[in-house]
């Protein structure tokens, strides 16, 4: 199976709030830094988020700073995205994923969940 699984997404109004959770499937992810991208129709895959290993450090793209908080709970494998104020802007497929760094490039993730859809009404 996949080694990431989000959850949490779904239909939001805008100015409303979601939480996003990502669960590690079949391995332990706890030395991983782990991170947030979403990607919208016709789009490229941007980066959102994301927190080191011991949660130390995160990293926001500026789309989302105080807006979006990104945190992890190691002892569950499971890193959480907490969105608030929604815009129409952040409707997009979201995925989780791990790496070595929490960077905001696609190539610094190994590993990748399947994605939670979040859609914001204008």
């Known amino acids: 199976q996949v080694p990431l699984v989000e959850s949490g997404g779904g239909l939001v109004q805008t100015g409303g709030s979601l939480r996003l959770s990502c669960a590690a499937s079949?391995?332990?992810?706890?030395?991983?830094?782990l991170g947030w991208f979403r990607q919208a129709p016709g789009k490229e895959r941007e980066f959102v988020a994301a927190?080191?290993?011991?949660?130390?450090?995160?990293n926001y793209a500026d789309s989302v700073k105080g807006r979006f908080t990104i945190s992890r709970d190691n002892a569950n494998n499971t890193v959480y995205l907490h969105m608030n104020s929604l815009k129409s802007e952040d409707t997009a497929l979201y995925y989780c994923?791990?790496?070595?760094?929490?960077?905001?490039?696609?190539?610094?993730?190994?590993?990748w969940g399947q994605g939670t859809q979040v859609t914001v009404s204008s």
């Open positions: 079949g391995r332990t992810f706890s030395s991983y830094a």
């Open positions: 927190i080191s290993w011991n949660g130390g450090a995160t």
């Open positions: 994923a791990g790496g070595r760094t929490p960077g905001g490039e696609i190539y610094e993730y190994r590993y």
